[in-house]
């Protein structure tokens, strides 16, 4: 079998020097059946590696699961990247980031605030443990030593811009031995953050993407001996909703990975392509003023989206060519989408009949999202008031409508800091709860989500609630019962378009509010009209030959209920 080891200076395959051109592909963000079609784009631009994070809460919805299927077909996928032949790089975590809800980590696991977060705390490592044994399951047979394609398993990530507990990696590398891992242990670290984030034993990483001859110094000082690694090479940024889509220059980033490539480095380009937060699974920042990112992870990425070259793919796959053999074929460039349109009707208002989207709950005080069971990303509650008053929730997270005798009051945004809104009269109180994201990196991993803290009326405690998670699962399949016509919401409404034949498509919602898509019953994941992101991106594998159906759950205003859609992807106004 072959044998991978770290050198003097180089990575070692079989006593020869490899270096690792790799690009980031997480198969979570991208439809299983185009696996292939991402892996190829990535050899004929010149990689000879594909790496990807696993995230531990979309394996493990739920205490005591773990989801290997389709989406989540890790095996499928690592075996994809060895028939293409190529090899692999795992990152598993246990936090993994990448603007993912929670980084990653379920959000059942800190139903007990009291558990430790990323560092030395028994509970917390119980989970792990049984979490990184059914990722190894699947991950050992696939290690270059034993004829799969995995070169190298990241232990946690970017821990140094988080903690300082070597017990707790040394913890999780213990435990990464234990389950039969024996090809090299990694970490990443941004440069400044090395000592705190790795042990020895462990090969350090290094992440940015300028200043690579600078960067690479300083990973030189804490890594004295071995290759260098860039082991995330940031060829773009994310997004996130009120401000503008990012993008970086392709002249400036190709030039920073030819100084990089000419140091003889090797590297990890994050991302090679983004893909998309399909599902509601996008995370979130708080550094002060909460921002939730949007449903496109295109990242500006050398592959956009949709799968499609970028003018950074031809970048740099020119400049990989100066230091290594490139395939001859280059992927061709994308052809214009259908744009069928049809229009919504049938239109389902929540307040109508809130039992048909899903079970009231009577709770003697007001549950966080996370006491819950499924734990919901949008929840309705509803209590009586005997007067009116200012109404006071102790924090918004992180979006929440007030209706009083179903009309609507107002809306309050945890990025807003907004806490209290004023009720006129006494009547049936109603508040629709959103979950926007979980934050995904920082102190605040792990909080909890909803109405924290309780409400107050006047000062006085509002304390007996009904609780109706709604189960999104079910909004797909609702009718209505009667006749409406309301485009305002929370409404469901539906249409059926046509194509000829499978493909990719691009929704625009620009004259919806808020809300969720679901196309065929796939929930594309979230839209809402202050952009930057404007289009929805469908995977032509959702697609069907024929009719398809879209529902859409509308939570603000909508202009105009027509179903449009458009050749390309608009993603929004940039910076410059």
Known sequence: MPEFTIGAADFMLDGRPLRI????????????????????????????????????????????EFDLSGGLDLDRFLRLIAEAGMYAIVRPGPYICAEWTNGGLPAWLFRDRSIGVRRSEPRYLAAVREYLDQVYRVVVPHQIDRGGPVLLVQVENEYGAFGDDKRYLATLAQYTRE????????????????????????????SFGSRSAERLAALRAHQPTGP???????????????????TTSVEESAAELDALLAAGASVNLYMFHGGTNFGLTNGANDKG?????????????PLDEAGHPTAKYHAYREVIARYHKVPDTVPPPPQPAPTPAARLRDPVWLLDAPARWGSWQTCDHLPVFDD????????????????PGVLTFGEVRDRATVFLDGRQVGTLLREHHDRAIALPA?????????????VNYGQRIGE?????????????????????????????????AADSAAMSGPVVMRAEFEVAEPTDLFLDTIHWGKGMVWINGFLLGRYWRRGPQRTLYVPGPVVRPGGNEIVVLELGTMLDSEVRFVPYPLLGHTEF
């Not at 979570?28 to 050899?43: N, T």
């Not at 069971?373 to 005997?386: E, S, V, W, Y």
């Not at 006494?426 to 979980?438: F, H, M, S, W």
């Not at 405690?461 to 609780?467: D, E, H």
Request: with cysteine.
């Open 179 to 206: 389950a039969g891992i024996t090809v090299p242990l990694s970490t990443v670290d941004q440069p400044d953050m090395l000592e705190a984030g790795s042990l020895e034993g462990l090969h350090r990483t290094a």
């Open 228 to 246: 260098l690694m860039c082991g995330e090479f940031w060829n773009g940024w994310f997004d996130h909703w009120g401000a503008h889509h990012h």
């Open 448 to 480: 909890p989500k909803g109405i924290i803290g309780g409400a107050t009326l006047n000062g006085r405690q509002l304390s007996t609630w009904n609780v109706l998670p709604i189960d999104l699962a079910q909004v797909a399949g609702l009718r209505p």
């Open 372 to 387: 819950l069971t499924p734990i919901p990303h949008l929840a309705l509650l509803r209590t009586t008031i005997d007067e």
């Open 426 to 438: 006494p009547g049936e109180l109603l508040v629709l709860v959103e979950d926007l994201g979980r």
């Open 289 to 301: 003023v909460y921002q939730p990112l949007v449903t496109s992870y295109d990242y500006d990425a």
């Open 21 to 64: 051109l790799s690009g980031a592909l997480h198969y979570f963000r991208v439809h299983p059946d185009l696996w292939a079609d991402r892996i190829e784009k990535a050899r004929l631009m010149g990689l000879n590696t594909i790496e990807t994070y696993v995230p531990w809460n979309a394996h493990a919805p739920r205490p005591g």
